[in-house]
Nanobody, 122 residues
Framework: HVQLVESGGGSVQAGGSVRLACVAS????????MGWFRQHPVKGREAVAS???????RYADSVKGRFTVSRDDAENTLYLQMNNLKPEDTSMYYC?????????????????WGQGTQVTVS
């Protein structure tokens, strides 16, 4: 049984930083693709950052240079470091894992999801 549990969300002022964590159980973060999504009011769940099994990273254009995705294999945890936050980054953020080695860009390509953690930037 795969479980992904996010933490680290909260309220922050514009320009501030937040680090999200996603602890996995029943799934090794080093075994394949993992990603972060956020809920867009119109587009639905959109990809923010992803990490292939070989540590290749991909980012949405809106967060490039500000967000960094990484993982700690010993802790079996995925991270999202979010710097220089903007009000438009306000959203529910979800951790997701896919069975494949390489990440897709669409939410339907992911098999497992966390419950989400709210980030509010004012």
């Amino acid at each position: 049984h795969v479980q992904l549990v996010e933490s680290g969300g909260g309220s922050v002022q514009a320009g501030g930083s937040v680090r999200l964590a996603c602890v996995a159980s029943g799934y090794l973060v080093s075994s394949g693709c993992m990603g972060w999504f956020r809920q867009h009011p119109v587009k639905g769940r959109e990809a923010v950052a992803s990490l292939d099994g070989d540590l290749t990273t991909r980012y949405a254009d809106s967060v490039k240079g500000r967000f960094t995705v990484s993982r700690d294999d010993a802790e079996n945890t995925l991270y999202l470091q979010m710097n220089n936050l903007k009000p438009e980054d306000t959203s529910m953020y979800y951790c997701a894992a896919a069975r494949g080695w390489y990440c897709g860009a669409q939410s339907f390509e992911y098999n497992y999801w966390g419950q989400g953690t709210q980030v509010t930037v004012s």
